[in-house]
């Protein structure tokens, strides 16, 4: 079975400063791994996603996640962040890319002006 | 390319009643899924259509509840005899056959009193 840990409920950075939303994976295959956001009574949005290419991956709107298969993460990074950025985010898990999808139960981001 | 689309977006029913939902897919996409969120959760996986074959279910989809995708495109989701616990946003999702990417739509939120 496969199953995403997202650690901190609830996150809160300043203004500007780096934005770090923690996901740690388990899975028995080789693992697909996505970031979705979710505003406010609106469905998910990909952010970006892992499908064993580069470790390295570049998302929309500035964000980025770097798969560490030795730690088992995917973390969930930006650089700056701006008031737009406050929403829910959910780290999520597949064993093959488009099959059902398994998430974690989600940080909430509140970014403080 | 319109987005994936729910129909309704919002519906209260008391406990004992049926209700259908309604998820129009991006078009030509082949497979549809529903997920359903219940408050402070991630979307938990109910079930997947390739084109009108249902290929898998969860065993939180109960004997109250059925799915159909009769030609391939649009998908119905009901619920019979609803419970309290049925309460939850319903989300559905699309892609194609050959991506990884699933597209969700922006959910239908179910209230039973």
């Known amino acids: 079975a496969q199953s995403v840990t997202q650690l901190g409920s609830h996150v809160s950075v300043s203004e500007g400063a780096l934005v770090l939303l923690r996901c740690n994976y388990s899975s028995s295959v080789p693992p697909y791994l996505f970031w979705y956001v979710q505003y406010p009574n609106q469905g998910l949005q990909l952010l970006l996603k892992y499908t064993s290419a580069a470790t390295l991956v570049k998302g929309i709107n500035g964000f980025e996640a770097e798969f560490k298969k030795s730690e088992t993460s995917f973390h969930l990074t930006k650089p700056s962040a701006h008031m737009s950025d406050a929403a829910e985010y959910f780290c999520?898990?597949?064993?093959?890319?488009?099959?059902?999808?398994?998430f974690g139960t989600g940080t909430r981001l509140t970014i403080i002006p | 390319d319109t987005g994936v689309s729910q129909d309704p977006r919002h519906k209260i029913t008391k406990r004992g009643q049926n209700v259908t939902f309604r998820c129009d897919p991006i078009?030509?996409?082949?497979?549809l899924y529903w997920y359903r969120q219940t408050l402070g959760q991630g979307p938990e996986f109910l079930t997947y259509?390739?084109?009108?074959?249902?290929?898998?279910k969860s065993r939180l989809l109960s004997d109250r509840f059925s799915a159909e995708r009769p030609k391939g495109s649009f998908s119905t989701l009901e619920i019979q005899r609803t419970e309290q616990g049925d309460s939850a946003m319903y989300l559905c999702?699309?892609?194609?056959?050959?991506?990884?990417?699933?597209?969700f739509g922006p959910g239908t939120r179910l209230t039973v009193l």
């Open positions: 999520a898990v597949s064993r093959v890319g488009n099959e059902k999808l398994t």
């Open positions: 259509f390739q084109n009108e074959a249902q290929l898998e």
């Open positions: 078009s030509e996409h082949n497979r």
């Open positions: 999702a699309s892609s194609e056959l050959t991506t990884d990417t699933q597209y």
